[in-house]
């Protein structure tokens, strides 16, 4: 996977922003796999809520209660990977095809942290742009979309499809109000910078620095 002592730096550095009593959205990926022992590790008493079935799993394992999500109105923190972030705090995700229920977490919480290692941070976001469609019209939606591939692998926890889309990008706003606005997408792994509070980046030596926030 690679990376792994830089994901590790700004995943224990994360942690270190929860506090007992919290509710905490836990975000999906490699990098998140580093946040939960250092969560557990704290022994705090809060109650989580996780962006897909291995989360839920490896988060249950070190005995971090995880509710359904149905339960909790609003979250406190959310903490999340990203597969790329641009100067101003745009981010990328959805390499995982965790995105829908990931900015569905994020939305809920009052504060939402990124974690990266210092290769995701980018000067400009490029293709490809995760995508979660719905089975129903999926041809249809394909044609509308243009350059989008399907992805390999299971449907999503929702029965959605994840696919990628690869178009030329001229605006980050104008690409997420086209995908937002396309029938049959039901998410895209676009995040708005207004979204995103705190991004830590780690690096190889096993620092991390809030490059936001
Ligand atoms: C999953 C995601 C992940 O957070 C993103 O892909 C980063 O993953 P990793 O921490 O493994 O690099 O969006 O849908």
Avoid: N
Avoid at 52 to 79: W, Y
Avoid at 105 to 111: D, T
Avoid at 134 to 145: D, E, K, M, V
Avoid at 185 to 206: K, N, R, S, Y
């Amino acid at each position: 996977m690679g990376h792994e002592r830089a994901k590790r730096a700004a995943a224990e550095q994360a942690s270190l922003l929860v506090e007992d009593g919290m509710r905490v959205g836990l975000g999906t990926g490699t990098t998140v796999a580093f946040l939960l022992p250092a969560l557990a590790a704290r022994s705090l008493d809060i109650v989580c809520v996780a962006t897909s079935p291995a989360t839920e799993k490896q988060a249950r394992s070190l005995g971090l209660d995880v509710r359904a999500f149905a339960e909790l109105e609003r979250l406190d923190l959310a903490i999340d990977g990203a597969d790329q972030v641009d100067p101003a705090g745009w981010l990328v995700k959805g390499g995982g095809g965790a995105h829908t229920r990931e900015k569905i977490v994020a939305a809920a919480a009052e504060h939402f942290v990124v974690i990266v290692s210092a290769d995701k941070l980018v000067g400009e976001i490029t293709p490809p742009v995760p995508l979660e469609l719905l089975s129903f019209g999926l041809a249809s939606t394909l044609r509308q979309l243009g350059e989008v591939r399907l992805r390999p692998g299971p449907p999503s926890p929702d029965g959605g499809v994840i696919a990628d889309w690869y178009g030329e990008i001229r605006g980050l706003a104008e690409l997420a109000g086209r995908l937002d606005a396309q029938p049959g997408v039901v998410e895209h792994g676009l995040f708005p910078a207004e979204m995103v509070e705190t991004v830590i980046a780690g690096d190889e030596e096993g620092g991390a620095r809030k490059v936001k926030g």
